[in-house]
């Protein structure tokens, strides 16, 4: 059975905020997702768990969380583009821009520190850049126009996780999704 983490919005709309916040104006959609991709993927390798627990696919200018994606785009994803769109403005020419603070409660400390240092390292550089640097990640396939799904199990591997590390994570994955059910009732 293959790792699923729950899609978190309120996570993947902090961590979104916080990227914009730290950028001080509107950024390119590309150099967002980019990050958001990188910080999960360091969340993963430092904290068995990713900040979003959105979907991964490979798509032409590298990997990309296929719910943020969608939502950037403006597609409803379960119930999450009405909270998107409070906060994160809908693509305009290619950009994104912060419409509110979201803040970051749903956050944990570490998630902040992965965050802050992913935009530390990529904020600066054009995102076609960053988008050739993730066509170095092990998970990434060329799509050839498509979009191919990235298994968690492949991104934990690629990390450094050992099998039976990965077999932990699945546990714990399949006991959050678990307790996730029974208190969404």
Known sequence: MLIQFRFHPEKAVEAAAIFLKLHGKPMKYLGLLKMLHIADRMALERLEQPITGDHYVSMDYGPVLSGVYD?????PVDNALPLWAKFISSRHENQVTLLADPGDDDLSEAEE??????????????????????HDLP???????????????DILKNVGKSDVEIAEIQQEAIREAYL??????
């Open 139 to 153: 998970e990434w396939k060329d799509p050839h126009g498509s979009a191919i799904p990235i298994s968690v199990e």
């Open 113 to 134: 520190e992965i965050i802050q240092q992913v935009y530390q390292t990529f904020g600066q550089f054009d995102p076609f850049h960053v988008a050739e640097w993730t």
């Open 180 to 185: 996730d059910k029974v208190l969404d009732g």
């Open 71 to 75: 939502l950037v785009k403006g597609t």
